[in-house]
């Protein structure tokens, strides 16, 4: 999983994931109190905190584009009044919605999902939440090697090869992840597991935390000028 990679490998990943999740929900409320031009600041200053963490602005476009792409889709039937009322609303929606979700990516890339699980403090919940998850990046993962090695046998070649090979792909995916799950139980089981899972993880203190602070500040502060002007 390509997100789960990028979110252990920046400048934000060791920093305690409690004001990260603060910055990125109070800015996704606010974008619903921002005007267009600030919404689209909200993006632009989401692109910079992912530049100023190095993480890889073609990894960020590549699920970035695909969800503006979906919410532009949804946002069509806005339009089909085509008077100016509903154009400016269509409008605001779109833009609110990508600036929004803009802030969410942002958590996503830079908060391991081990860590806004950790937050949940009831056991039981947070345990089977942590071992779900678990269950489907194995998954994923076996459905991608199973896809590279069928593409390298040209099995999605035409159409007979291609549903024969979705056959084995459903088949052999569902099989080996029950396989690897096993093992995973095995492993946790060697290692004196005991029905709970302790997650343990040392967070620095790092000043890169208070620069989306700042820059939420400041937006607020263009949004409060911008009404007033």
Same mark, same amino acid.
């Given at each position: 999983?390509?997100?789960?990679?990028?979110?252990?490998?920046?400048?934000?990943?060791?920093?305690?994931?409690?004001?990260?999740?603060?910055?990125?929900?109070?800015?996704?409320?606010?974008?619903?109190?921002?005007?267009?031009?600030?919404?689209?600041?909200?993006?632009?200053?989401?692109?910079?905190?992912?530049?100023?963490?190095?993480?890889?602005?073609?990894?960020?476009?590549?699920?970035?584009?695909?969800?503006?792409?979906?919410?532009? !889709?949804?946002?069509?039937?806005?339009?089909?009044?085509?008077?100016?009322?509903?154009?400016?609303?269509? !409008?605001?929606?779109?833009?609110?919605?990508?600036?929004?979700?803009?802030?969410?990516?942002?958590?996503?890339?830079?908060?391991?999902?081990?860590?806004?699980?950790?937050?949940?403090?009831?056991?039981?919940?947070?345990?089977?939440?942590?071992?779900?998850?678990?269950?489907?990046?194995?998954?994923?993962?076996?459905?991608?090697?199973?896809?590279?090695?069928?593409?390298?046998?040209?099995?999605?070649?035409?159409?007979?090869?291609?549903?024969?090979?979705?056959?084995?792909?459903?088949?052999?995916?569902?099989?080996?992840?029950?396989?690897?799950?096993?093992?995973?139980?095995?492993?946790?089981?060697?290692?004196?597991?005991?029905?709970?899972?302790?997650?343990?993880?040392?967070?620095?203190?790092?000043?890169?935390?208070?620069?989306?602070?700042?820059?939420?500040?400041?937006?607020?502060?263009?949004?409060?000028?911008?009404?007033?002007?």
């Amino acid at each position: 999983m390509i997100a789960e990679k990028i979110s252990y490998d920046n400048r934000f990943s060791n920093i305690h994931p409690l004001p990260k999740i603060i910055f990125s929900f109070s800015l996704l409320f606010l974008t619903f109190w921002f005007s267009n031009i600030v919404n689209l600041l909200v993006i632009a200053s989401i692109f910079l905190l992912c530049f100023l963490g190095k993480i890889k602005i073609t990894d960020f476009l590549k699920f970035f584009l695909v969800i503006v792409l979906f919410i532009f !889709l949804s946002s069509l039937t806005l339009f089909f009044d085509f008077s100016s009322l509903t154009i400016q609303r269509g !409008l605001k929606v779109f833009v609110r919605s990508v600036a929004g979700t803009s802030c969410i990516l942002f958590l996503i890339f830079t908060t391991p999902v081990v860590d806004i699980i950790s937050f949940i403090h009831f056991r039981m919940l947070k345990d089977l939440i942590f071992l779900i998850y678990r269950a489907i990046y194995i998954l994923l993962k076996v459905v991608e090697q199973m896809i590279t090695a069928q593409t390298a046998r040209f099995g999605y070649s035409n159409f007979r090869n291609t549903i024969n090979s979705m056959k084995y792909l459903m088949y052999g995916a569902f099989s080996r992840s029950i396989k690897y799950s096993e093992e995973s139980y095995m492993g946790l089981s060697s290692r004196n597991y005991n029905g709970t899972i302790e997650i343990l993880k040392e967070y620095r203190l790092n000043l890169y935390i208070l620069i989306p602070f700042v820059v939420e500040i400041v937006l607020i502060a263009l949004e409060v000028f911008y009404v007033k002007a």
